[in-house]
């Protein structure tokens, strides 16, 4: 069983880094792209209801 501290964020404040997996697979952190604009957008697929 794992733990998950979250922590409320206020405007301007760093995000947490964190690890995601692109359609490709490849690991992309968002520590990679510390001091560049980063856009994240979460889509859900076509056929679910999300």
């Known amino acids: 069983m794992s733990t998950v ?3 409320e964020l206020k ?3 760093p ?3 964190f ?3 692109t359609i ?3 690991e992309v952190s968002l520590k990679d792209y510390r001091g ?3 856009v994240l957008l979460f889509y859900p697929l076509d056929w679910t209801p999300g």
Do not use: F, H, I, S
């Open 19 to 21: 690890t995601l997996k």
């Open 11 to 13: 405007v301007g404040d």
């Open 36 to 38: 560049k604009n980063v």
């Open 24 to 26: 490709g697979l490849k």
């Open 15 to 17: 995000a947490p880094d």
């Open 5 to 7: 501290t979250q922590k």
